[in-house]
C-alpha cells in the first residue's frame, strides 16, 4: 500500500482511524493502522513497526528514493544526497540496476513476480517515451520479470491496480474487462502467490488517495482494500508459509 504513513488517532484527519477495517484490525489484534498502536506490534499474523522514511536524509520523503530503498536493502536517498520522485531517475535507477529483490531471487533460481496488471497504454508510453516506470515496475523489469499485460489479466494471471477490475472497464475503455469482488481479489491473490516463491502487488490508489487529500476517497478505497484482505486472511494457509 503506498503513499500510508502512521498518523494520529483523530478520526478527522485520518482515515485509517474513522473507516470500518475489521480484517485489517483483526491483523493487528484489535488495534488501528496508525501511531497510537502499541509499537512494535508482533501478532501471530502481522509485524507492525514504525520507521521513520527520511532514513536521515533531509526533506520530504519520496515514492522513487522510498521503494528503491525498500527493493535493494540501500538508503538511495543518502546514496544519491536526496529525495527523489515519484520516477526513478538515472541515478535511483543505477541503484535497481544494479541488484534488486526481484533480481537477487531469480539469480537463485527462485520465482518471482509482480502480480499487477499494466494495460497496453502503459507499455506504449514506455516504449515512445512520454512515460517513465515506477521504482518497483523497473526493478522487476531489469531482473527479466515478466510485467503483467491485459492479457494476463483476462487469464486470471494478474490483478488490476484496483482490485475489481472496474478502473479497467470504466477509465480504459475494456468494457469487457473481468470484473471481481474485493473478496474475490484477496482469494485470487493467495491463488496467484503459490506459483511463486515471491510475489508482490503495488496498491497505489492509496498515494493517489493522499494526494488529493479527498478523505471520501480515501474511505471508499480503505474499504475496498479491507475486503480484498479478508478475502486473502480466509483463504491463506499459515502452514504454507
Not at 501511531?35 to 520530504?60: C, F, H, I, N, S
Not at 538511495?76 to 535497481?96: D, M, R, S, W
Not at 517513465?132 to 494478474?158: C, E, F, K, S, V
Request: charged letters at 15%.
Amino acid at each position: 500500500m503506498d503513499g500510508v504513513g502512521l498518523g494520529g488517532a483523530d478520526p478527522a484527519i485520518n482515515p485509517f482511524i474513522s473507516t470500518n477495517m475489521p480484517n485489517l484490525r483483526s491483523l493487528l489484534d484489535g488495534s488501528h493502522l496508525s501511531a497510537a498502536a502499541p509499537l512494535p506490534l508482533v501478532t501471530p499474523r502481522a509485524t507492525l513497526l514504525a520507521l521513520d522514511a527520511r532514513l536521515g536524509v533531509e526533506g520530504l520523503p519520496q515514492s522513487a528514493t522510498g521503494q528503491a530503498a525498500l527493493l535493494t536493502g540501500q538508503n538511495v536517498a543518502a546514496i544519491i544526497g536526496y529525495h527523489y520522485g515519484p520516477k526513478p531517475n538515472q541515478e535511483v535507477a543505477t541503484c535497481l540496476k544494479n541488484g534488486n529483490l526481484f533480481s537477487t531471487l531469480t539469480k537463485a533460481g527462485l520465482r518471482a513476480a509482480l502480480l499487477n496488471a499494466y494495460p497496453p497504454r502503459y507499455f506504449d508510453g514506455i516504449e515512445s517515451g512520454h512515460r517513465l516506470p515506477g521504482a518497483i515496475a523497473m526493478a522487476a523489469y531489469r531482473a527479466g520479470i515478466h510485467l503483467m499485460t491485459a492479457d494476463d489479466l483476462y487469464q486470471g494471471n494478474a490483478i488490476s491496480a484496483d482490485l475489481t477490475g472496474k478502473g479497467w472497464q470504466e477509465h480504459l475503455g475494456f468494457k469487457d474487462a473481468p470484473q471481481i469482488t474485493p473478496q474475490k481479489a484477496g482469494i485470487r491473490l493467495k491463488e496467484l502467490s503459490g506459483r511463486y516463491q515471491f510475489s508482490l502487488f503495488e496498491y497505489w490508489l492509496s498515494d493517489v488517495a493522499g494526494h488529493n487529500q479527498d478523505m471520501h476517497q480515501a474511505h471508499i478505497l480503505l474499504e475496498t482494500f479491507d475486503q480484498m484482505l479478508g478475502g486473502l486472511i480466509e483463504a491463506w494457509e499459515d502452514d504454507e508459509g
